[in-house]
């Protein structure tokens, strides 16, 4: 997309032209970062992946903000995990032994 020109109001509003909001997908209620360097400023939109994302040829699990999965937390999930699994399988096997 080309450079445009966009008008600033005298409250300091300015309106993304629908052509860039399509371009980056951004709707109603999306934040956008703005940073400054020299005298231009830089707006980009503030979608950090979460979830399960491919780095390369591995697959890792990325949080927003500034959230770290550490160790123990990750071993109190797989517990959770698998007493779920556990309690689910054990419990049809319980009620038709009775």
Do not use: W
Not at 18 to 29: I, M, P, S, Y
Not at 37 to 46: A, D, H
Not at 62 to 89: C, I
């Amino acid at each position: 997309m080309k450079d445009v020109l966009i008008p600033m109001d005298q409250a300091g509003r300015i309106v993304l032209p629908k052509g860039v909001r399509q371009e980056l997908a951004l709707k109603a209620g999306d934040v956008l970062r703005a940073s400054i360097r020299g005298m231009t400023v830089i707006l980009s939109p503030n979608q950090e992946v979460t979830g399960f994302v491919r780095k390369g040829k591995a697959l890792v699990f990325s949080t927003a903000g500034e959230a770290v999965l550490t160790a123990g937390t990750v071993a109190t999930l797989l517990d959770r995990a698998r007493e779920e699994r556990l309690g689910s399988v054990a419990g049809p096997l319980t009620k038709s032994r009775k």
